[in-house]
């Protein structure tokens, strides 16, 4: 497609001289005459554009975006520190629990059955906390993931009215802008 775009171009400059001349019916976009200024025109305005979305656009999304993951990484670095964390305690207290079983291994059986009770419990509360830890931390990381994606698609909608604002005298609701992104 982009081959016959050029082709077509190359021929129409080519025959300029032999038909551009003439004043005549037809359409004025048709003018062949009026390319080379319009063509001339177009890259201007898409070069200004272009430098406009390179310099203050792009890097504002960019800086956003680059936020947004340290967040992310800062707290998934937190949730595995306390993980560790608990599973170090909860290592801790399974190898003092075994040195007390192994100094009342003479207790009897009733007393054996009220220790292991007991460490049936606290393992409980061990993983019950480290279980609300970790979702405690999946949901921040879930809420802030969603709030990134929600002020980048704002920043996008931002940027496009920007644009368009300099183009068009009707600037689109952001409903619409929506739709053609998605």
């Known amino acids: 497609m982009t081959f016959l775009k050029k082709l077509f171009f190359l021929i129409s400059f080519l025959l300029w001289p032999q038909f551009g001349f003439t ?20 890259i201007i305005t898409f070069g200004i554009l272009y430098l406009f979305m390179w310099r203050t ?24 520190k306390v993980k560790s964390e608990a599973e170090e305690t909860l290592k801790e207290y399974e190898e003092k629990m075994q040195s007390a079983s192994k100094q009342a291994s003479d207790i009897i059986s009733q007393a054996k059955n009220k220790s292991d009770a007991m460490i049936d419990e606290i393992k409980k509360k ?23 994606r929600q002020q980048i698609e704002n920043a996008k909608i931002e940027s496009i009215k920007l644009i368009s604002s300099k183009f068009l005298n009707d600037l689109p609701s952001d409903e619409d802008i929506m739709k053609e992104i998605n």
Do not use: C, H
């Open 23 to 42: 004043e005549g019916d037809g359409l004025p976009q048709m003018d062949i005459t009026t390319f080379p200024s319009q063509v001339f025109w177009l």
């Open 57 to 80: 656009a792009i890097p504002k999304l960019r800086n956003t975006i680059e936020e947004r993951q340290d967040k992310i990484l800062i707290d998934i670095n937190e949730a595995e």
């Open 126 to 148: 061990q993983e019950l906390k480290l279980s609300k830890m970790l979702n405690d931390s999946k949901d921040r990381i879930s809420k802030q993931y969603e709030e990134s």
